[in-house]
Nanobody, 129 residues
Framework: QIRLVESGGGTVQTGGSLNLSCAVSGSNIGSYYLGYSMGWFRQVPGKEREGIASSDSDGRPMYIDSVKGRFTISRDTAKDILYLHMTSLRPEDTAMYYC???????????????????WGQGTQVTVSS
């Protein structure tokens, strides 16, 4: 069974930066990790979870417009870790951030929460004004 564990959340001031990590563990890590789409999602209370950045099954990144140019998704295939480097943070970026993994997703499907079956427990990001 694949397990995802996020870390790196915290509280920063507007304009600050944070680096989130998502560690992948479980059986057949190499084939799973390299052949699967992985994404970062966020959710605030009372709102639906939204996809913000993804890396498809071929490793191609995709971002929603509100984080484009500020957030960068990357994979360390040697360490089986997915990263989200966040800069120029804004109060509206405050949310619980989750990573997710699923086989064979491409394009806009990689940003759809309902397309993913495997999720981490989340890490809280708070941006103060």
């Amino acid at each position: 069974q694949i397990r995802l564990v996020e870390s790196g959340g915290g509280t920063v001031q507007t304009g600050g930066s944070l680096n989130l990590s998502c560690a992948v563990s479980g059986s057949n890590i190499g084939s799973y990790y390299l052949g699967y789409s992985m994404g970062w999602f966020r959710q605030v209370p009372g709102k639906e979870r939204e996809g913000i950045a993804s890396s498809d099954s071929d490793g191609r990144p995709m971002y929603i417009d509100s984080v484009k140019g500020r957030f960068t998704i990357s994979r360390d295939t040697a360490k089986d870790i997915l990263y989200l480097h966040m800069t120029s943070l804004r109060p509206e970026d405050t949310a619980m951030y989750y990573c997710a993994a699923e086989e064979g997703l491409y394009g806009l499907d990689t940003l759809r929460p309902e397309a993913y079956d495997t999720w981490g427990q989340g890490t809280q990001v708070t941006v103060s004004s």
